[in-house]
C-alpha cells in the first residue's frame, strides 16, 4: 500500500499517527464554543479538526413516530427523534469557514464529513482537503461515488459492514476516481467498550483491501488508540470536547484536552517504539556493553596461584573474559600476580 499526504501530513507508515480531532455536535450549537474547540484541539495537539456537514432534511424526516423515534432506553438520545437530533447536533453551514479559518491559522488541517451530495458541493466551495465517510453512510454507494469524484483523499468508517459491504464500497470508490483511501476500524456503539472494539481486525483489513488502516474510537481513554498503533493504524479519530460536563449530543463519549493531549503523545511513542525487528545492541545501546558481567579477580593472586571460584566471579562491568569461559579457567594457573579489581584476561593465565 502507499502513503499519500493529506495537506501537509503523511499518511503511512513511515510517519506518526494522523490524529484527528472530531468536534461533531459538541459546540452546543454556539460558535463561540466551537471556535474555543478548535482553540483547544490545536493546543492539545491533534493534527486536524473535522466536522460533520448536514442539515436535519438531509437526513431525515420531521417524524416523531415509529422508527424515526428512538425508543432504545439504553441509547444516550432515547425519547427524542432523529430530527431533533440533528436539529441540535448539526453544524450551521455558515460557520464551517470561520471554523475552518481558525483551524488552519492555528496549523491544523480542516475537513468534514458530508451526508449527502449537497454537502459535497458546499464543501467543495470551501475547499477541503479529504473527506470522511460515517459509518452509516459506508453502504451509500452514490455519496462515496461523489466523494470520490473529488479526486481528494476519502476516509471511510467501517461500523457495522461486512466484508462484501465494505469491498462493493472500495471498489465503487476506487473505480470512481479515489486513490488515496482510508479504511477505519470503528464500533457503532456510544461509547463503544474496549471488549467490543476488535482492534485485530485492523492488520486483517489492510491485507484484505490494500490501503491505510485507522480507528475511529468511540471507548473512554486512549488505550485503544495505542493498541491501535501497534497494530498498524496510520489515523485516529475521537470525538473532542471541551468539559463532557458541559453536555452535547456526543459529549459522554468525547475527549477532554488533557486526554487529547495524551492521546497525541502516547499514540506517538507507540509508532516510535514499533521500530524494525532488531537484535544485538543498537548504536544506542553500545555504551551499555560495558556494564555486562565478565571474569573479574575478586582476591589478590600469587603467580602460580589456582584461579578458583573464590578469586574469581562474573561480576559488571564487562571488561573481563565473558562468563561463559568461568568453567575453562577454573583449575588453571596465574601466569604472574594480579590484583583483586583485575579484569581476566587470556593473557594472564599460565
Known amino acids: 500500500m502507499h502513503s499519500f499526504k493529506i495537506g501537509h501530513r503523511t499518511i503511512g507508515a513511515d510517519a506518526a499517527p494522523f490524529v484527528i480531532a472530531e468536534m461533531s455536535g459538541n459546540h452546543n450549537q454556539s460558535l463561540e464554543r466551537a471556535l474555543a474547540i478548535v482553540e483547544a484541539a490545536a493546543q492539545a495537539g491533534a493534527h486536524a479538526l473535522k466536522l460533520q456537514t448536514y442539515t436535519p432534511e438531509t437526513m431525515t424526516l420531521d417524524l416523531d413516530e415509529g422508527e424515526f423515534h428512538i425508543a432504545d432506553p439504553n441509547s444516550l438520545w432515547a425519547g427524542t427523534s432523529l430530527y431533533k437530533l440533528y436539529q441540535e447536533a448539526y453544524t450551521p453551514w455558515e460557520w464551517h469557514k470561520p471554523?475552518?479559518?481558525r483551524a488552519n491559522a492555528l496549523g491544523m488541517l480542516a475537513f468534514s464529513t458530508p451526508f449527502?451530495?449537497?454537502?459535497?458541493?458546499f464543501l467543495e466551495s470551501l475547499n477541503v482537503p479529504a473527506y470522511k465517510i460515517a459509518s452509516f453512510e459506508n453502504t451509500d454507494i452514490p455519496l462515496i461515488r461523489r466523494v470520490a469524484a473529488t479526486g481528494k483523499p476519502m476516509i471511510i468508517s467501517t461500523g457495522m459492514a461486512n466484508v462484501a459491504e465494505l469491498d462493493e464500497s472500495v471498489r465503487a470508490a476506487r473505480a470512481a476516481g479515489c486513490k488515496d483511501l482510508v479504511l477505519l476500524k470503528c464500533t457503532s456503539t456510544y461509547p463503544a467498550t474496549p471488549a467490543n472494539t476488535h482492534l485485530r481486525t485492523i492488520p486483517h483489513l489492510r491485507d484484505l483491501f490494500d490501503c491505510q488502516i485507522g480507528l475511529s474510537d468511540h471507548t473512554m481513554g486512549v488505550g485503544a488508540a495505542v493498541a491501535a498503533v501497534a497494530l498498524g493504524a496510520t489515523v485516529l479519530e475521537k470525538h473532542f470536547t471541551l468539559r463532557r460536563?458541559?453536555?452535547g449530543v456526543d459529549s459522554t463519549f468525547s475527549l477532554e484536552p488533557e486526554e487529547m493531549a495524551s492521546l497525541v503523545v502516547e499514540t506517538e511513542r507507540a509508532w516510535q517504539a514499533m521500530g524494525q525487528v532488531q537484535y544485538g545492541a543498537t548504536s544506542a545501546e553500545q555504551k551499555s556493553l560495558v556494564f555486562r558481567r565478565?571474569?573479574?579477580v575478586v582476591q589478590d593472586i600469587a603467580a602460580g596461584e589456582v584461579f578458583t571460584a573464590d578469586n574469581i566471579r562474573a561480576i559488571r562491568p564487562g571488561l573481563g573474559l565473558p562468563p561463559k569461559t568461568l568453567?575453562?579457567?577454573?583449575g588453571r594457573k596465574a601466569g604472574k600476580a594480579i590484583k583483586r579489581g583485575t579484569p581476566l584476561a587470556w593473557g594472564l593465565l599460565a
Not at 568453567?327 to 577454573?330: A, M, P, S
Open 99 to 101: 471554523i475552518f479559518e
Open 294 to 296: 565478565s571474569l573479574y
Open 245 to 247: 460536563a458541559d453536555g
Open 327 to 330: 568453567e575453562i579457567v577454573l
Open 116 to 121: 449527502d451530495e449537497t454537502a459535497v458541493d
